[in-house]
């Protein structure tokens, strides 16, 4: 079957890094995305990475192995308003629109 | 430019009414998405819209749910018979063609049936 794990929550203090895991079970795999959804809000692109690798982007960095089954997302030099769930989906290589959600990881950061 | 639109943001109805929750897309954008996501969880996919071809309906979870897009711009997802597990934030979403993987969510709107 399909599978995406993540934590459910972590918490972490601001100015320090973060990282969250994710990893996967797919009958295929066409690339990993992240998504940052504060609570009540929509669900923002965050990154998207196809090949093995550390993809970096100002304070977030995303990681990928594909022989793993196995992303994270890494923030850096935590702001109070990182406070949010972060989302891992994956594409199917079967298909080219549909992505298979985790149920997120709700990040708590304390002052 | 504007992001995708939903309206209305919030729903309150009874068990048993029927309601239309609508999507405006991003201009331009030929794909579109609406998924639903209960509390804790993550996105169940719904439906997916591109162009004029026959919309991916595999998600709908039973003959209750119904979505249409007209003229390849609006979307209304409309339920029926309403139950009180359709209790969710439905979220639409729009992509441009030659990027598919990317997309732009709307704020939601979040239903509760009593």
């Known amino acids: 079957g399909q599978n995406i794990d993540q934590p459910t929550e972590m918490t972490a203090t601001e100015g320090a890094i973060v990282q969250i895991n994710c990893t996967y079970q797919?009958?295929?795999?066409?690339?990993l995305f992240w998504y940052q959804q504060h609570a009540g809000e929509a669900p923002t692109f965050l990154s998207y990475?196809?090949l093995d690798g550390l993809e970096e982007k100002g304070r977030f960095s995303s990681f990928l192995s594909r022989s793993k089954g196995y992303s994270y997302l890494l923030l850096k030099e935590l702001q109070m308003k990182d406070s949010a769930s972060y989302l891992c989906?994956?594409?199917?290589?079967?298909?080219?629109?549909?992505?298979?959600w985790g149920a997120g990881t709700k990040l708590i950061i304390k002052p | 430019g504007a992001g995708v639109s939903q309206s209305p943001s919030n729903k309150v109805t009874e068990k048993g009414k029927d309601v239309e929750l609508r999507c405006d897309p991003i201009?331009?954008?030929?794909?579109l998405y609406w998924y639903r996501q209960s509390l804790g969880q993550g996105l169940e996919f719904l439906i997916y819209?591109?162009?004029?071809?026959?919309?991916?309906k595999s998600g709908l979870p039973s003959d209750r749910f119904s979505a249409e897009r007209t003229g390849g711009s609006v979307s209304t997802l409309t339920i029926q018979r309403t139950q009180q597990e359709d209790s969710a934030v439905y979220l639409c979403?729009?992509?441009?063609?030659?990027?598919?993987?990317?997309?732009?969510f709307g704020p939601g709107t979040r239903l509760t049936v009593t």
């Open positions: 979403a729009s992509s441009p063609r030659d990027r598919g993987y990317e997309q732009y």
């Open positions: 201009s331009g954008h030929t794909a």
């Open positions: 819209f591109q162009g004029n071809s026959a919309p991916d």
């Open positions: 797919t009958s295929g795999f066409n690339g």
């Open positions: 990475n196809v």
């Open positions: 989906a994956v594409r199917d290589q079967y298909s080219n629109y549909q992505l298979i």
